[in-house]
């Protein structure tokens, strides 16, 4: 099956288009049926030069069910010409079969295939073999049970990578958000919005913004945690003890950082192109305006890695899983803005 030894080089490349490794994502989830349904519509192909990582077998039952005009072709390696219309270029870096599993159903089997997918793209762009990855939805629940106690994919890409500064920034419509905590209970906020995880979105913000997106001078929003700003600490005094001191560092050291303002109208200022980025406390609180504005066509941007990795905005949706019914809107535009991102950073490698 596959090796390191498969990736060691890297042949001349073919075309222009930048070569993107899509990881499946959990089988028993949508991810398998989306990447299909995306490597379907032409215009992904004119993009880039796609390579799926995951089970060919699953691949195989999919592109049956949804009775698509697709081939699955297995790949031993990247540095094969890709990107031809109706094929599937397909690594497979499981040992066996994945065999029988419930579609729709949490499991130890499908969680660890897809912890095993994702250290295989991330191989392959460490190795140059691809310039970017894109990734499928992974559970939480399935990953822990397969022994890999990550709360999501942003804490197994860092510590994959040995990167210490990474986040989640979430791109909607006119929306680019990044945020201080994720995946924490609202009773739990107060204790995890301190002011080096402030520090931290601010600066990753600053420079996706200033990387990716060629913002020479970032306007950072960053949203107040309580109503109305805490109201002069009648609601809450983290903005006075924590938000804004975090800003005014920010500030220190050269970054345009706001103070802390009320979310229910630092969103519509962004949207308004009052800010380039935003920095959201909470989950809830940047992706509900965001899903408002761009209901599955979000998508989410790792910073901090050395590698450019983007992802869908939504998770394995069990509930659809199989029937034939999911969107791939989200994954479309997580390929098109990894296509976009890999092929400028191509073009400043040419120039270099």
């Given at each position: 099956?596959?090796?390191?030894?498969?990736?060691?080089?890297?042949?001349?490349?073919?075309?222009?288009?930048?070569?993107?490794?899509?990881?499946?994502?959990?089988?028993?989830?949508?991810?398998?049926?989306?990447?299909?349904?995306?490597?379907?519509?032409?215009?992904?192909?004119?993009?880039?030069?796609?390579?799926?990582?995951?089970?060919?077998?699953?691949?195989?039952?999919?592109?049956?069910?949804?009775?698509?005009?697709?081939?699955?072709?297995?790949?031993?390696?990247?540095?094969?010409?890709?990107?031809?219309?109706?094929?599937?270029?397909?690594?497979?870096?499981?040992?066996?079969?994945?065999?029988?599993?419930?579609?729709?159903?949490?499991?130890?089997?499908?969680?660890?295939?897809?912890?095993?997918?994702?250290?295989?793209?991330?191989?392959?762009?460490?190795?140059?073999?691809?310039?970017?990855?894109?990734?499928?939805?992974?559970?939480?629940?399935?990953?822990?049970?397969?022994?890999?106690?990550?709360?999501?994919?942003?804490?197994?890409?860092?510590?994959?990578?040995?990167?210490?500064?990474?986040?989640?920034?979430?791109?909607?419509?006119?929306?680019?958000?990044?945020?201080?905590?994720?995946?924490?209970?609202?009773?739990?906020?107060?204790?995890?919005?301190?002011?080096?995880?402030?520090?931290?979105?601010?600066?990753?913000?600053?420079r996706a913004l200033r990387d990716y997106f060629g913002v020479a001078k970032p306007r950072i929003g960053v949203a107040a945690l309580n109503p109305h700003a805490g109201e002069g600490g009648l609601f809450g005094d983290e903005e006075r003890r924590v938000i804004l001191p975090a800003s005014r560092r920010a500030r220190a050291a050269g970054i345009q950082a706001s103070d802390p303002l009320p979310a229910d109208t630092l969103f519509g200022k962004a949207a308004r192109g009052a800010y380039d980025g935003i920095v959201a406390m909470y989950h809830d609180q940047g992706l509900i305006p965001l899903k408002l504005v761009a209901f599955g066509t979000c998508v989410n941007l790792t910073v901090g890695l050395s590698i450019i990795r983007t992802s869908v905005d939504h998770g394995t949706a069990f509930d659809i899983a199989g029937k034939g019914l999911a969107d791939p809107g989200s994954l479309i535009e997580a390929i098109k803005l990894a296509a976009r991102l890999a092929g400028s950073r191509m073009k400043k490698g040419r120039k270099g």
């Open positions: 099956m596959w090796s390191r030894k498969t990736v060691a080089s890297r042949s001349r490349r073919v075309d222009d288009r930048p070569s993107l490794a899509l990881t499946m994502g959990d089988p028993a989830g949508i991810g398998p049926e989306v990447i299909v349904k995306a490597l379907a519509r032409p215009e992904v192909l004119r993009l880039c030069r796609p390579l799926v990582i995951g089970s060919r077998d699953v691949l195989e039952r999919t592109v049956r069910s949804l009775r698509l005009p697709l081939l699955v072709r297995e790949v031993m390696a990247h540095d094969t010409p890709l990107g031809r219309r109706g094929e599937i270029p397909t690594l497979d870096p499981l040992e066996a079969p994945l065999g029988r599993f419930k579609i729709g159903a949490v499991s130890r089997q499908t969680g660890a295939a897809s912890v095993s997918f994702i250290k295989t793209a991330i191989t392959l762009s460490e190795s140059n073999c691809v310039d970017a990855i894109v990734t499928g939805p992974i559970n939480k629940e399935a990953i822990n049970k397969a022994g890999h106690n990550y709360p999501g994919h942003t804490e197994l890409l860092a510590d994959l990578t040995h990167s210490e500064e990474v986040g989640m920034m979430i791109l909607g419509g006119p929306l680019k958000i990044m945020f201080v905590t994720t995946h924490v209970a609202l009773r739990d906020l107060s204790e995890h919005v301190t002011q080096a995880r402030i520090g931290k979105a601010i600066r990753l913000a600053d």
